[in-house]
T-cell receptor, first 113, second 114 residues
Framework: KQEVTQIPAALSVPEGENLVLNCSFT??????LQWFRQDPGKGLTSLLL?????REQTSGRLNASLDKSSGRSTLYIAASQPGDSATYLC????????????FGQGTRLTINP | GAGVSQTPSNKVTEKGKYVELRCDPI?????LYWYRQSLGQGPEFLIY????????DSGLPNDRFFAVRPEGSVSTLKIQRTERGDSAVYLC????????????FGPGTRLTVL
């Protein structure tokens, strides 16, 4: 059974800092991994999708890496801004049953002005 | 174009009642997914449609839950004899073809069972 863990559960940093969010998964037989952002009371917004054959993806100030063999992914946010405050979720699509995204519990990020 | 929409945004019902939650996916997306999210948790998979058929309903918790997608577009999640434990945010997502594509999520329906 695939389990996804995100540490820390909450993180508070001052504006302008670079930061890293962590995601680990137990089964390395994955199809892809996605990072999402969720604002309070809202749905999920896809940030980055990394296919299993890729090592990283970049979008603006965001960079996501994937190390399938160790079961880890990181989301790097450069030059954080108050508008980055949200809950960040990672989700894994397994090779068997790839349509079922398995989510971590999320990291609640607060950027202080 | 328009994203995934869900109605209602909030639904309050009494224990034992029947509810229907609607999802309108992105036009042209053949794959549709329902998830359930409890407070402080990540979403949990319920059911996946490819076209009109339920390709994987293994996440439905019991037979009180049922979902349809009769014309391969709009989907309805139906919950019979609601229980307080059904209270959660129900999220719908769609993707262009299936698992290899990004899933785009709607804003969710917050269901409260009193």
């Amino acid at each position: 059974k695939q389990e996804v863990t995100q540490i820390p559960a909450a993180l508070s940093v001052p504006e302008g800092e670079n930061l890293v969010l962590n995601c680990s998964f137990t089964d390395s037989a994955i199809y892809n991994l996605q990072w999402f952002r969720q604002d309070p009371g809202k749905g999920l917004t896809s940030l980055l999708l990394i296919q299993s054959s890729q090592r990283e993806q970049t979008s603006g100030r965001l960079n996501a890496s994937l190390d399938k063999s160790s079961g880890r992914s990181t989301l790097y946010i450069a030059a954080s801004q108050p508008g980055d405050s949200a809950t960040y979720l990672c989700a894994v699509a397994r090779i068997q049953g790839a349509q079922k995204l398995v989510f971590g519990q999320g990291t609640r990020l607060t950027i202080n002005p | 174009g328009a994203g995934v929409s869900q109605t209602p945004s909030n639904k309050v019902t009494e224990k034992g009642k029947y509810v229907e939650l609607r999802c309108d996916p992105i036009s042209g997306h053949t794959a549709l997914y329902w998830y359930r999210q409890s407070l402080g948790q990540g979403p949990e998979f319920l059911i996946y449609f490819q076209g009109t058929g339920a390709a994987d309903d293994s996440g439905l918790p019991n037979d009180r839950f049922f979902a349809v997608r009769p014309e391969g577009s709009v989907s309805t999640l139906k919950i019979q004899r609601t229980e307080r434990g059904d209270s959660a945010v129900y999220l719908c997502a769609s993707s262009l073809r299936g698992a290899m594509d990004t899933q785009y999520f709607g804003p969710g329906t917050r269901l409260t069972v009193l």
